[in-house]
């Protein structure tokens, strides 16, 4: 009677490490607000570093902004502004000998760019499939830039390999430095060289620059929006901020007067990029203190 109890319960333990591994398979690193999540029950929050994606949920960036996310087994996916991804499916399987990081990204608007060169060798295989619009692209590589706008999907394959569905056409892009355009005519161009100065126009699409307001994991920066205030100004100050897109938060303290708030954005990587949000937020109306 022991034996099956325990086996249950060891399945059941399998069962929820997995599920458990699976919710953790995409992470946002950093991002330049303002961004989104957006969870597949409709609520809406601010993107933050930290922040773990699930299936459904869809990421948002606004104009300007930029998002770094961090797959479970080390590669990374870099949106581009006024970008639109949604996570379709997550999946963390198998053990250290043999794991498996799976993914179905839906790129509805904007640039994207898959890569491995940003934390390191991989510690697990990958099954990464990027959907944008019309094109299907299973990622085999380890340097994939696209894009999918109003009237065409771009896929430009800078290293690695990846096979590429469109419509009833597949096809396997393999050749460094190659790109294929899409047209939601129907019609397509055929795979070619992309030139170095277009590949560098494109790359800058997905990339957070320097001192360009970023947030990241452990930043320890931040832009004060409210030094000192009562708490229905802060609460409405800090409500405005967080539907416009920024992650600020409120924190209340004692003071000689009383219970007082203080509303901020934490997180931001350097001095220069709290000035830069604290530029981009006077500009989007608001009044930082420091």
Sequence with gaps: ??????????????????????ARTL???????????EHAGGAREPLVPGAVLRDGDRVLTGT???????????SAIKLGEN???????????????????????DVVQGAFRFTTRIFGSPRAS???????????????????????SADRDVVCLIEGRIFVQHREQAFTMQDPLSFF???????????????????????TETEIAPA?????????????????????????LVGRLRTGGYPARVRAYRAAAGLRYAVDVPGLGSAEDAAQLARALRAAGYTPER
């Design 1 to 22: 009677m022991k034996r099956p109890m325990m086996r249950c319960l060891w399945s059941l333990l399998l069962m929820f490490v997995t599920a458990v591994a699976g």
């Design 27 to 37: 992470s946002v690193e950093a991002m330049v607000s303002p961004a989104w999540i």
């Design 64 to 74: 300007g902004a930029r998002a770094l996310l961090r797959m479970a087994e080390g």
């Design 83 to 105: 970008a639109s991804l949604v996570v379709a499916r997550l999946a963390d399987k198998g053990g250290a000998a043999d794991r498996v990081v799976s993914a179905t990204l």
């Design 126 to 148: 990958r099954d990464l499939t990027i959907r944008i619009a019309t094109v299907t692209a299973g990622i085999r590589g380890t340097d994939v830039w696209g894009k999918s």
């Design 181 to 203: 355009i899409a047209g939601r005519d129907g019609k397509r161009q055929p795979v070619a060289l992309v030139p170095e100065a277009q590949l560098q126009e494109w790359a």
């Design 212 to 236: 360009s307001g970023a947030s990241l994991r452990g930043g320890k920066h931040r832009v004060v929006l409210a030094a000192a205030t009562d708490k229905a100004t802060a609460t409405t």
